[in-house]
């Protein structure tokens, strides 16, 4: 069990590009209804696929559980037994000795870009580059596993 | 992955005891709330502990993952993520060459008491022991998810 303490900003405009080192494409699902205790994920990035399970507590602490599952379990899972899909890219780039994850979001959720960083505890400082905008660490709309069910695209 | 193929009955009497060869305790709980299209559970078996991930299928036949995962995070996710919880323990017996496992449950589910028989194909033939009552492997109120969030004892 780890205890994962992130924050989420929004993304302004592209000048995050230039400094990004590595794209990683991601394809995701949810075998659990947004609402309850935990989210259980299922996600492929290229040959490798893993499950995840989270306590479904909205802020920036929480437990999380992650195991290495086979891609040819994975795969029918995707297809048939999940409920939500959350397709995107995630780019990495260090500014100021942290990484910093962005991910561009593919499908319904395209147009939304969001920027998050991990943290050592909950009052550890960082700085914030210029392209970071507005957070949204409690923001559950924001929630890969909220997207998976109410896309981006089909916000009100 | 696996297909399973497995028949439920009611179990009539105590006479099934005498030929049960092994008792072993299980504690399960699920992240998932019935009625979706998988069952995410949690089982703890005496110091081993497992995810499954099962299609939510009525019926006899449906997809099944299962991985071993550490007892230390099974612990924490049956008292905190699980929404539901199952306690039984579960009798194993040979009958003309079959394996059958009892299952007399505890709890908020006792006084039932459920055997399955596990089959190669679904039109597989075998023995019905004595013992066996009513058929309920269509009846969804007998699946352990259900059992969790609406236990025997509980029903109208």
Known sequence: MAIEIERKFLVRGDSWRAQAYRAQPMRQGYLVEPGGRASVRVRVV???AHLNIKAA???SA?????YE???ADA???LASLCI???DKVRHYLEHDGRTWEIDVFEGDN???VVAEIELEDEEASFTRPAW???EVTDDARYYNHALAQTPYTRWP
Chains 1, 2 share one sequence.
């Open 75 to 77: 795969e029918p899972m």
């Open 110 to 112: 395209a147009g939304l």
């Open 132 to 134: 970071v905008g507005d």
């Open 62 to 66: 929480r437990a999380e559980y992650e």
């Open 84 to 86: 939500g899909r959350v």
């Open 69 to 71: 599952i086979p891609l």
């Open 46 to 48: 290229g040959e490798h």
């Open 57 to 59: 507590i909205v802020g």
